[in-house]
């Protein structure tokens, strides 16, 4: 069975320095891979998402995501936090199996910037 | 257009009332989801609908129960719920059915529903 374990339940960070969210999935086979940001009262959007191709996933707001298989890691990372990144990221994976819908969720990291 | 609407945004029912929550998408999406997220938790996954068909009951109590009226409309009836039962409700879609888990699914802002 999939999955996925996020590093850090909370994670706090000034404005202007790195945002490293850690992400690690356990599976025999590498899955579908997708990072969620829910802001307060609001629904989940999708940040980025591997699925093949380049390991480097570039997605909105200037985050990024690289898949390591050998790590079955993939962290998400931005260079510089801004105050408006502050929010609740998940983790998620989907099986390489047709007909899998389902999405795995990690438990979520809370990301807080300090001014 | 990527917007996934629901109603309403807030419910207080009682535990002998029976209430609906709706959710609406114009993207064509042919999979609709509901989830539960209770505070502090991810998303779980309560059912999928594929191609108007039920395809995933991730065995919710039978007091939820779905409806999928058309490609556009998911339905969610609520009957003799539970106080634990309080949490937000979100709504998904995404573009394909069954083939589609390599999807982006796209939430609706959630119906936060209060149980007393």
């Known amino acids: 069975a999939q999955s996925v374990t996020q590093l850090g339940s909370h994670v706090s960070v000034s404005e202007g320095a790195l945002v490293l969210l850690r992400c690690n999935y356990s599976?025999?086979?590498?899955?579908?891979l997708f990072w969620y940001v829910q802001y307060p009262n609001q629904g989940l959007q999708l940040l980025l998402k591997y699925t093949t191709g380049a390991t480097l996933v570039k997605g909105i707001n200037g985050f990024e995501a690289e898949f390591k298989k050998s790590e079955t890691s993939f962290h998400l990372t931005k260079p510089s936090a801004h105050m408006s990144d502050a929010a609740e990221y998940f983790c998620a994976v989907t099986p390489k199996i047709q007909g899998a819908q389902k999405l795995v969720f990690g438990q979520g990291t809370r990301l807080t910037i300090n001014p | 257009d990527t917007e996934v609407t629901q109603t309403p945004k807030h419910l207080v029912m009682g535990m002998t009332n029976k209430k609906s929550l709706k959710c609406e998408q114009h993207?064509?999406?042919?999979?609709m989801y509901w989830y539960k997220q209770k505070a502090k938790k991810p998303p779980e996954l309560m059912f999928v609908y594929s191609y108007e068909k039920l395809s995933i009951n991730e065995s919710v109590p039978s007091r939820f129960s779905p409806e999928c009226p058309n490609s556009s409309l998911l339905n969610l009836h609520l009957h003799a719920l539970q106080p634990e039962d309080s949490a937000l409700y979100l709504c998904a879609s995404s573009p394909k059915g069954l083939a589609g888990n390599t999807d982006t699914q796209y939430f609706g802002p959630g119906t936060r529903l209060t149980v007393l």
């Open positions: 993207m064509g999406h042919r999979a």
């Open positions: 599976s025999s086979v590498p899955p579908y």
